[in-house]
Antibody, heavy 121, light 108 residues
Framework: EVQLVQSGAEVKKPGESLKISCKGS????????VAWVRQMPGKGLEWMGI????????TYSPSFQGQVTISADKSISTAYLQWHSLKASDTAMYYC??????????????WGQGTMVTVSS | DIQLTQSPSFLSASVGDRVTITCRAS??????LAWYQQKPGKAPNLLIY???TLQSGVPSRFSGSGSGTEFTLTISSLQPEDFATYYC??????????FGPGTKVDIK
């Protein structure tokens, strides 16, 4: 079964760092892009960025450039989303998702279950 | 960057109703548009891509149309399991592949 499994919910304080993960299985992880999508409480979906695990080529939405870091470790089929200094406004559900074939512009047909990040003092 | 708008943002409908949601792009995107359904507490689910191609396993009561800047998602006969929020997403060549703001379909 093709799936993306994300790490568990996190509760952090403002200013702390965080790295959440997304592990792919059931397919060749290096041959598919992995996108990250944010959903703030009660709000819509926001496309954050995308990474190609084979060579770690990464593109960010201008809204998220410099705010987060997307990375991948192809040896363990895992993509990451990282913050160096969290803000309360980073409180959201974060999804990883995979396009249905090898292009970054393909629709996202495989989604992780989401990781809830709560930032509060 | 390409911006998407959706209308309406909220609609109230009954089981059996025909429902149409519109998505408009700020510039022409050919047919590079997808539709997703999201239920509370769940990840989004791909319904339609290429503006009108039904994803495998999606019921045929869902259909999509349009090209360029205007697109529609139609549910021919609303079922109880269709009450959810629907998002469009552009997939035209270069990122960011933005989503529309969503349309919540609620029970009348």
């Amino acid at each position: 079964e093709v799936q993306l499994v994300q790490s568990g919910a996190e509760v952090k304080k403002p200013g702390e760092s965080l790295k959440i993960s997304c592990k792919g299985s059931g397919y060749s992880f290096t041959n598919y892009w992995v996108a990250w999508v944010r959903q703030m409480p009660g709000k819509g979906l926001e496309w954050m960025g995308i990474i190609y695990p084979d060579d770690s080529e990464t593109t960010y939405s201008p809204s998220f450039q410099g705010q987060v870091t997307i990375s991948a470790d192809k040896s363990i089929s895992t993509a990451y989303l990282q913050w160096h200094s969290l803000k309360a406004s980073d409180t959201a559900m974060y999804y990883c998702a995979r396009p249905y074939s090898g292009s970054w512009s393909d629709p996202l047909d495989i989604w992780g279950q989401g990781t809830m990040v709560t930032v509060s003092s | 960057d390409i911006q998407l708008t959706q209308s309406p943002s909220f609609l109230s409908a009954s089981v059996g109703d025909r429902v149409t949601i519109t998505c408009r792009a700020s510039q022409g995107i050919s047919r590079y548009l997808a539709w997703y359904q999201q239920k509370p507490g769940k990840a989004p689910n791909l319904l339609i891509y290429g503006a009108s191609t039904l994803q495998s396993g999606v019921p045929s009561r869902f259909s999509g149309s349009g090209s360029g800047t205007e697109f529609t998602l139609t549910i021919s006969s609303l079922q109880p399991e269709d009450f959810a929020t629907y998002y469009c997403q552009h997939l035209d060549t270069y990122p960011p592949f933005t989503f529309g703001p969503g349309t919540k379909v609620d029970i009348k």
